[in-house]
């Protein structure tokens, strides 16, 4: 499973801020902690100055160089994994409706699962004092400017891939996609009368088992015998010619009129 993931350096893009909720959710959690708000403005200009390098993410930990006018230096922000108690019963929500897993996939965080989450009191996105950072400028705050501005492109990352969010709270996308893909083992019930076995097969399980063989043939339906109806009664057979003609007649002399 992977358990780290790189992303290469950002150019310069001045002024650019997270544009998904969940994007600015994670900065505000880094910027409502900070005691600085000049600090956090210059980390804003590190973030769109293309100054700092390829940065690395993988369980609890995002990583990355700064290259500053006074030197380089190794910046790292922490965010607490999640227990594997809080994975389950974040997978049991993400389960629990299948538009879920669709949005992820969809590279979408829906609002609607992130409350889900907080009711079964787990933390998906980080609040203030969640993220703590380390670098060995010799600036006096935390987070300091080029944290702040990791932070910020860290966002950048996030409205692209929420996976980014996910791996930084103890899986990868291939281990989440995995886990959700068994569905678990229940354990068999008390047959219920008049039904035959119908439990629901995972999809998975589905295709990758042998194809049923075709059922038997149905037996040829019975043919019937045929029927001898009896003859009508009223006029002879022979006179339904002679009324034919009778009409056939009349219906010329009224065209001809």
């Known amino acids: 499973m992977t358990r780290a993931r790189g992303f290469p350096a950002f150019p310069p893009r001045p002024g650019r801020r997270g544009r998904s909720w969940w994007a600015r959710a994670f900065v505000a959690a880094m910027e409502d902690a900070a005691l600085h708000a000049t600090l956090l403005r210059a980390g804003r200009r590190f973030a769109g100055s ?13 990583a990355a160089t700064v290259e500053d006018p006074d030197g380089s230096y190794d910046v790292v922000v922490h965010l607490a994994e999640l227990t594997d108690a809080e994975w389950d019963r974040f997978l049991d929500q993400v389960r629990a409706e299948a538009g879920h897993l669709a ?26 004092g969640d993220l703590e950072s380390e670098c060995d400028c010799p600036d006096i705050g935390d987070p300091c400017q080029h944290a702040a501005g990791l932070c910020y492109q860290v966002a950048w990352l996030l409205d692209d891939d929420p ?4 791996l930084l709270r103890g899986r990868g996308a291939d281990e989440l996609l ?19 076995v119908d439990r629901p097969v995972p999809a998975t399980a589905a295709y990758a088992a042998d194809p049923p063989g ?3 043939p149905l037996p040829a339906p019975a043919r019937a015998t045929d029927q001898v109806f009896p003859a009508p009664p009223g006029l002879p057979s022979e ?3 002679q009324l034919v003609n009778g009409a056939v007649a009349r219906a010329r002399a009224l065209l001809v009129e």
């Not at 293309?50 to 995002?62: A, C, D, K, L």
């Not at 829906?110 to 907080?118: E, F, I, N, Q, T």
């Open 50 to 62: 293309g100054r700092i390098g390829p940065i690395t993410v993988s369980p609890g930990r995002i």
């Open 103 to 128: 949005a992820l996939l969809d590279r979408e965080v829906p609002r609607s699962l992130v409350r889900s989450a907080d009711a079964a009191d787990v933390a998906l996105l980080p609040t203030i």
């Open 163 to 166: 996976f980014v969010l996910l």
């Open 178 to 196: 995995d886990v959700l893909g068994r569905e678990p083992v229940a354990a068999p019930g008390p047959p219920v009368p008049g039904r035959d």
């Open 214 to 216: 075709l059922p038997a």
């Open 239 to 241: 006179a339904l010619a």
